[in-house]
């Protein structure tokens, strides 16, 4: 199952932040959170991970509570491009390469 | 650098054939991951193969099956398909194994039963 919850849709209006939250209470100390997005009927991409710091590429944001029980994903400047569905991920240390997605939040950005 | 690349994309078969999947991970990429999408059940993980090895491997019936060649490259195969085997099927490869390396994912191969 999904360590992680997250709101199923939100809007945005383009142009403005778009702040997607993610909470994920069980997280245990070595694990990481990802995040990813899937535009329609395409390869998830991915967009930024983070252990305990915040982080931020070219993509986007990434703020992680002190705690780490929660995390925030920034766009700064949302297009309507970035219309798709995002995924929050906590990464289990001792699976490897497994990838566990819940249903994720449908971000629609508006003109 | 190129990115992950699927064959092929497209793919009709019928109940009870069998179907192989070819996945190319990025350059350098030594893990590769395989899942399966459905409106139903979402994206789903089957299996990870890394240096020709399967590490990890999903709830998935026996019918599913993959490998790895020593180049890296992945097929996975599932043998006397069911209408439920209709889905997207997606390959993402990662530079090593471990939660710390992010996956990239190909496009994916689009499977219809029929």
């Known amino acids: 199952d999904a360590k992680t919850t997250q709101p199923p849709s939100m809007d945005c209006a383009e142009g403005r932040a778009a702040n997607l939250p993610c909470n994920h209470s069980t997280i245990s100390g070595n694990e990481y959170v990802y995040w990813y997005r899937q535009i329609h009927s395409q390869g998830p991409q991915y967009i930024i991970h983070g252990l305990k710091n915040n982080e931020t590429n070219e993509m986007a944001s990434l703020i992680i509570t002190e705690d780490r029980k929660s995390s925030t994903l920034i766009l700064p400047h949302a297009t309507l491009r970035d219309t798709a569905v995002y995924y929050c991920?906590?990464?289990?240390?001792?699976?490897?390469?497994?990838?566990?997605f819940g249903q994720g939040t449908e971000l629609s950005v508006k003109p | 650098k190129a990115g992950v690349t699927q064959t092929p994309r497209y793919l009709i078969k019928t109940r009870g054939q069998q179907v192989t999947l070819s996945c190319s991970p990025i350059s350098g990429h030594r893990s590769v991951s395989w899942y399966q999408q459905t409106p139903g059940q979402g994206l789903q993980f089957l299996f990870e193969?890394?240096?020709?090895?399967?590490?990890n491997k999903g709830n998935f019936p026996g019918r599913f099956s993959g490998r790895q060649f020593s180049n890296s490259r992945s097929e996975m195969n599932v043998s006397t398909l069911e209408l439920g085997d209709s889905a997207l099927y997606l390959c993402?490869?990662?530079?090593?194994?471990?939660?710390?390396?992010?996956?990239?994912f190909g496009p994916g191969t689009r499977l219809t039963v029929t």
């Open positions: 991920i906590v990464r289990v240390d001792n699976q490897g390469g497994k990838l566990i």
């Open positions: 193969y890394f240096s020709e090895t399967q590490r």
């Open positions: 993402a490869s990662s530079a090593n194994t471990g939660s710390a390396y992010e996956q990239y």
